[in-house]
Structure formats: structure tokens, C-alpha cells
């Protein structure tokens, strides 16, 4: 069965970066289609990158790309979101789940970009 946990993040001001962590244990992570979504103070769920399984080919949503980068290694068996120029506005809980029949969602990791 698989199991994602997040890590990474924190409190940067903006213009700085971060890069997030999706240790997966059960599994082998690149037989799935894996995303980062976030949710920030007030807003829905969205998501903001995922990789397909196999080739892993990559998308993004319009509001990070040529920002963030999301990247897999498969010796380690994690996803990373490399997060760099953050705004305010990437203030969010960050998760990474399966893009199709998504696990439960847990509590995410924290981004907070703030001066």
C-alpha cells in the first residue's frame, strides 16, 4: 500500500525558494501519476505540478510555471517540488498525492512566504 509524506517546508521571504520533499514508502512512487497541490488560507484545493508515471512527463499550473519544478528520483523513491521566486500568494499547505485515486490527504507541509 502506498504511504506519501511531505516535507520541506517553512517561512521564507519572497523572492526565496524552497524545495519540498514526498518520501513514498509501499511502493514503487513512478507506477503513479504524482502532483503537489496546495491549499492556501481561504481557498480550495488546486493543484500546481505533477509528473505522469513512467516517462515522467511534467505540467504546471499557469500561476508556477517557469517558477517551480517537480522531479523524481527513483533510487530514493520521492517526488520534490523545487519552489523558486515564491510570492505571498504561494502561501498554501502543500500536498503531494496520486493525480488519479487519491490517497487521504494528511497535513501537508506549510509554506508561508512572508517579509
Known amino acids: 500500500q502506498l504511504e506519501l509524506v511531505q516535507s520541506g517546508g517553512g517561512l521564507v521571504q519572497p523572492g526565496g525558494s524552497l524545495r519540498l520533499s514526498c518520501a513514498a514508502s509501499g511502493v514503487t512512487l513512478d507506477h503513479y501519476a504524482i502532483g503537489w497541490f496546495r491549499q492556501g488560507p481561504g481557498k480550495e484545493r488546486e493543484g500546481v505540478a505533477c509528473?505522469?508515471?513512467?516517462?515522467?512527463?511534467?505540467y504546471y499550473a499557469d500561476s508556477v510555471k517557469g517558477r517551480f519544478t517537480i522531479s523524481r528520483d527513483n533510487a530514493k523513491n520521492a517526488v520534490y517540488l523545487q519552489m523558486n521566486s515564491l510570492k505571498p500568494n504561494d502561501t498554501a499547505v502543500y500536498y503531494c498525492?496520486?493525480?488519479?485515486?487519491?490517497?487521504?490527504w494528511g497535513q501537508g507541509t506549510q509554506v508561508t512566504v512572508s517579509s
Open positions: 498525492n496520486r493525480v488519479n485515486n487519491p490517497l487521504d
Open positions: 509528473m505522469s508515471s513512467g516517462v515522467g512527463s511534467t
